[in-house]
T-cell receptor, first 110, second 111 residues
């Protein structure tokens, strides 16, 4: 079992650009959540996808959007990048009692 | 507002010196409380889920406990490889999809 996988590992973008991050959940998991983690902080919930629908959303602007595919994999899209969007972006897949995280994508906005 | 506060922010211990990390929470109905370990630049690694006051779980040198207001992560006779950031998170009944994290405790174990 490969666990939760994310791509790419690292990404450098400039302000105003758009970025797409990808996630494959752990085998048997159908729910995917995305988090943003700034340096020295805990992860902040962005949104969760279940059955290809956004089930809940945290306090993030509409520049952050996502998608879930029929195979349960997911994408996170961020438009009009700001310097403050630089962070580690984590994907997690879950059951009712456990949530497993991927290794994250480190996004740097210059 | 649902909130998680972890203390201390950082803790330096000598190898073998036992201690506890604290997680205080305010939540409108607790569905579950989670502990994670995170190494630098990596994703959090799941450790425990606790559901009700009085519950305890153990894994190697770690033991997590839960009361109605806080959780403790006790580390017994730590080793240098236990050095990491330990994150606490809560899952409220009101929004079960949304897990709220604390800022973590950076634990450093000196040989």
């Amino acid at each position: 079992d490969a666990g939760v996988t994310q791509s790419p590992t690292h990404l450098i973008k400039t302000r105003g650009q758009q970025v797409t991050l990808r996630c494959s959940p752990k085998s048997g998991h159908d729910t995917v959540s995305w988090y943003q983690q700034a340096l020295g902080q805990g992860p902040q919930f962005i949104f969760q996808y279940y059955e290809e629908e956004e089930r809940q959303r945290g306090n993030f602007p509409d520049r952050f959007s996502g998608h879930q595919f029929p195979n349960y994999s997911s994408e996170l899209n961020v438009n009009a990048l700001l310097l403050g969007d630089s962070a580690l972006y984590l994907c997690a897949s879950s059951t009712l009692s456990e949530q497993f995280f991927g290794p994250g994508t480190r996004l740097t906005v210059l | 507002e649902d909130q998680v506060t972890q203390s201390p922010e950082a803790l330096r211990l000598q190898e073998g010196e036992s201690s506890s990390l604290n997680c205080s929470y305010t939540v409108s109905g607790l569905r579950g409380l989670f502990w994670y370990r995170q190494d630098p630049g990596k994703g959090p690694e799941f450790l425990f889920t606790l559901y009700s006051a009085g519950e305890e779980k153990e894994k190697e040198r770690l033991k997590a406990t839960l009361t109605k207001k806080e959780s403790f992560l006790h580390i017994t006779a730590p080793k240098p490889e236990d050095s990491a950031t330990y994150l606490c998170a809560v899952q409220p009944y009101s929004s079960a999809s949304k897990i709220i994290f604390g800022s973590g405790t950076r634990l450093s174990i000196r040989p």
